[in-house]
């Protein structure tokens, strides 16, 4: 396209509706190039002398240049600015993934954690200067085993599949303690797709167990399977059904009669807690999401925090470091053998990090047990159960839920794509036109067991009117699909700064990084 000077116009120049704009730019949602298509490596955005001639000491290892783009501090400003106005985010609205539990993140917990002697501290400084953010790591670890009835913890672990980590690590542990050794790892369908991979990663054999027509661990198929090369069974409970699994007792003794163990993941914690203790049901380790159940910053690839809670079974076998008090003094046990005090911690099987753990995310989560209290993790619970059948309940009569006759849902609402039979449209095309109408779409197509899935968790945090208006969406959106407008649907989202990608090309030969069209062209 060419403007009236007779060039052509920005290469992300669109047609909006009737309105052809020069820039690309609609209004106040600005397009915006690559950052190396907006500076280049032949000028720079600083002016600085010459430096001095000085004979190099790298004997021959200078780096080349690497090409990074030239900017001033407004282009630089302005460019990741309007980058993050592209992102969708919990602070502009319902950010409903299924098992991921994105809530409203308190303001207050921010300001606990940017306190001076808190925000500021290093991991290498002397343990008697740090002595105050030691007893907020003891304090925060005594209230996740009362909150689980877990005499254990491991604080360290960064985030759900790590800890997973650090709990099958742990029960390995154990199992080579006994002089054992057990190749096979057991799976519910229903469980996290993480479990199989932590598992694997550990070195085991994966094998699924089924799930019965009611969404839930086949208990009869379970027992069957149990033997002496069975190392653990990692189970989700509430699972990924969005159901909470009626038969974990039974489900632990039948394991530990095998002389296994269990591993539960904790992501879903926050439709239990303050209701339910892990370790009343027999569970041996479980990880907690901090960045889920208790409200910090949540996305992006990080911070996070997956603290790991274990029974008095796997509990000589947690990881360092921890936090030990006595009497007034906080120390840190950081090896096997404490030389001088006592034994150390000699069962562990080593490390999961370099230092203690995510101290922000630490903060952040005391804050909020603290100002919620006992009564209030309850209500946390209960809102967001409440939250999640108002959902399945207002939209069950339109879409289709294979679970809803199998009781109340827990945290999430779980539907699938049988609803679209005959329209043209698909799982996809609906979360892609949910974007059209301001929301980040659902999880889609998980849980495997249920096809074309749409798993939605609204959390507690969202009110009823937030929930109206999305439920309003949806059964619009329902109603078009089956008014026959499947090609609108194809052609989703028309109003993102981008249009729908290549999702098989995207998968299979994505493009990580840019390259100089001189390059790419050889």
């Not at 653990?232 to 990924?240: D, L």
């Not at 892990?278 to 409200?295: E, R, V, Y």
């Not at 096809?451 to 619009?476: C, N, V, W, Y």
Request: glycine share 10%; aromatic share 6%.
């Amino acid at each position: 396209m060419l403007n009236r000077q007779g060039r052509e116009t920005a290469p992300g120049a669109i047609e909006t509706g009737e309105i052809e704009t020069f820039t690309g730019n609609r209004g106040l949602a600005l397009e915006e190039p690559l950052i190396f298509e907006i500076g280049d490596s032949t000028r720079t955005g600083v002016d600085l002398p010459a430096p001095p001639k000085v004979a190099s000491r790298l004997g021959g290892l200078e780096r080349e240049a690497i090409g990074l783009p030239g900017l001033s501090e407004p282009e630089v400003v302005r460019h990741y600015t309007r980058l993050s106005r592209q992102n969708f985010a919990i602070d502009m609205g319902l950010f409903p993934l299924g098992s991921c539990t994105m809530k409203h993140n308190p303001r207050l917990n921010e300001k606990m954690a940017r306190l001076p002697g808190f925000s500021d501290i290093h991991p290498l400084q002397p343990v008697d200067s740090v002595q105050g953010a030691l007893e907020l790591i003891d304090s925060l670890a005594h209230w996740l085993k009362t909150l689980t009835g877990m005499p254990e913890v491991a604080m360290s672990p960064k985030a759900g599949a790590h800890g997973e980590l650090c709990g099958m690590l742990a029960i390995r542990a154990a199992h080579e303690a006994r002089g054992e050794t057990r190749k096979v790892v057991l799976v519910p369908e229903s469980a996290h797709g993480t479990n199989p991979a932590t598992a694997a990663f550990c070195g085991y054999e994966v094998e699924n167990i089924p799930a019965t027509p009611a969404g839930r661990v086949d208990l009869a198929a379970l027992k069957a399977r149990l033997g002496t090369d069975v190392a653990a069974v990692m189970i989700t409970n509430p699972n990924t059904c969005g159901l909470f699994e009626p038969d974990m007792i039974a489900i632990c003794e039948a394991v530990h009669a095998a002389g296994a163990y269990v591993y539960c993941d904790g992501a879903n914690f926050n439709a239990i807690v303050g209701k339910v203790r892990p370790g009343d049901l027999g569970i041996d380790a479980m990880h907690i999401n901090l960045h889920k159940t208790f409200s910090t910053p949540h996305g992006g690839g990080g911070p996070g925090a997956g603290p790991v809670v274990f029974s008095a079974a796997l509990a000589p076998f947690a990881p360092l470091p921890f936090v030990r008090h006595t009497g007034t003094h906080y120390e840190l046990v950081e090896e096997e053998q404490a030389h001088g005090k006592g034994d150390g911690h000699a069962r562990s099987f080593g490390r999961m990090v370099a230092f203690h753990g995510q101290m922000g995310m630490f903060v952040r989560a005391l804050s909020y047990i603290m100002s919620h209290g006992a009564d209030g993790l309850r209500q946390v619970a209960e809102d967001a159960v409440l939250n999640a059948n108002y959902v399945l309940r207002s939209l069950d009569d339109v879409m289709t839920a294979p679970f809803g006759t199998s009781g109340p849902c827990m945290h999430e609402a779980l539907f699938d794509d049988h609803f679209l039979d005959g329209t043209g449209v698909t799982t996809i095309d609906i979360a892609k036109a949910l974007i059209d109408e301001g929301y980040h779409p659902m999880t889609m197509y998980f849980p495997l067991v249920v096809h074309g899935a749409m798993l939605i968790e609204p959390t507690e945090t969202e009110s009823k009117a937030t929930l109206d208006q999305f439920i309003a969406t949806l059964r619009h959106l329902v109603a078009r699909a089956k008014a026959g407008e499947a090609e609108h649907f194809k052609a989703a989202p028309h109003l993102a700064p981008r249009r729908r990608l290549d999702e098989t090309l995207a998968a299979r030969k994505p493009v990580l990084s840019w390259v100089p069209e001189s390059i790419a062209a050889e």
